[in-house]
């Protein structure tokens, strides 16, 4: 591996984004995402200047509370809610939570069925919530936590996540709500493709990957 992709290594001069290239291409087939993109959660720097990319578009915004889709989610999540001075509410997969929730079906990017449950406490009427997850693929994990919001009065102040692909769930909440990515407009067509030119560095064997965005 070159040292440009040693996941601790600093650049001297850090350009927009440069954190992209830190995460890691999948070697274990089509079951599993097609990259791993908490490899630069790893990094220090990465780790801190995703969460400032991400926090920018909602600087002069009304947020009252970080919301985070189960499991990646949460790590992004708490982090912005931590930079923006915030409370940080979980959005669990069925089966994790003691209290009392709302719950919603949906379908994640694999096309296996799941069920989102979010505690009945917390969302009120106006509510302003920024909802972050770790990636956008399909759209279906977040088009139901969405769901699981505005059904309880809660407003969508934005969404969050390192990447929303332009499937057409991935397109329907972009045009519906104010999101932020690390995603520059010219490297959109590589994550579109499932494949990023940064990972010829790894000098690894990739799987053949079947397109499950549409």
């Not at 591996?1 to 440069?18: G, Y």
């Not at 930079?83 to 296996?112: A, M, P, W």
Request: glycine share 8%; aromatic share 8%; net charge neutral.
């Amino acid at each position: 591996m070159e040292k440009s992709m040693d996941v601790l290594n600093i650049p001297t001069e850090c350009e927009k984004s440069w954190y992209l290239a830190l995460m890691a291409p999948n070697v274990k087939g089509s079951h599993y995402a097609w990259l791993d993109p908490s490899r630069l959660y790893c990094n220090q720097q990465a780790f801190k200047d995703c969460v400032e990319d991400l926090v920018q578009p909602f600087q002069n915004d009304t947020i009252d509370i970080i919301a985070g889709i189960d499991a990646m989610g949460f790590i992004l999540g708490a982090a912005i809610a931590h930079r923006l001075g915030k409370g940080f509410l979980t959005i669990r997969k069925e089966g994790h939570s003691c209290v009392e929730t709302k719950r919603k079906n949906y379908s994640d990017y694999t096309g296996q069925k799941k069920v989102l449950e979010m505690r009945t406490d917390v969302v009120k009427k106006d509510l302003r919530i920024l909802l972050v997850d770790q990636w956008i693929e399909t759209g279906g994990t977040m088009e139901a936590a969405i769901a699981l919001v505005e059904e309880q009065g809660g407003t969508i102040a934005g969404i969050a996540a390192i990447c929303i692909e332009d499937s057409k769930g991935g397109k329907r909440i972009k045009e519906k709500y104010k999101c932020s990515t690390c995603v520059p407009d010219h490297l959109q067509p590589q994550f579109n493709n499932k494949y990023l030119e940064s990972f010829k560095a790894f000098k690894t064997k990739f799987p053949d990957m079947q397109n499950k965005s549409e």
